[in-house]
């Protein structure tokens, strides 16, 4: 059963995801770069605002505004899209990520603090 995300229009999430089992899923310049491109390209398209994100080779964590409520949508296509970038360049089938996307919404500024401490800015 899915757990109900408490979000809102214009509330801030530390969100983030990881490979099945842990597996690493962005290894080397050229899957973090393409996994890049289409954050870039669903967040326009969304309209998400993007705050800061980290990139590791199991997982990424993705600080963003829900800017226009959409953030699940957001979210199904990034991973969907990499998902399949990922298994087309490995011949593999199956999920590639452990599950949905969790996410946290940020209430105050000390948790915002601390889920930007490793990431990068945009």
């Known amino acids: 059963?899915?757990?109900?995300?408490?979000?809102?229009?214009?509330?801030?999430?530390?969100?983030?995801?990881?490979?099945?089992?842990?597996?690493?899923?962005?290894t080397g310049n050229k899957n973090k770069a393409q996994f890049l491109d289409y954050l870039e390209e669903y967040s326009k398209k969304l309209k998400m605002r993007i705050l800061f994100y980290c990139i590791m080779d199991n997982h990424y964590h993705i600080v963003l505004e829900n800017s226009n409520g959409?953030?699940?949508d957001f979210?199904?296509?990034?991973?969907?899209?990499?998902?399949?970038?990922?298994?087309?360049?490995?011949g593999d089938t199956g999920y590639v990520f452990q599950n949905r996307f969790k996410s946290t919404l940020i209430q105050d500024d000390s948790y915002l603090r601390v889920s930007i401490g490793y990431g990068l800015y945009i």
């Open 75 to 90: 979210f199904r296509y990034l991973n969907g899209q990499y998902g399949m970038y990922y298994r087309s360049i490995n």
């Open 1 to 26: 059963m899915k757990r109900v995300r408490i979000t809102y229009e214009g509330a801030y999430h530390h969100a983030m995801n990881r490979g099945i089992n842990g597996e690493d899923i962005f």
């Open 70 to 72: 959409k953030m699940s």
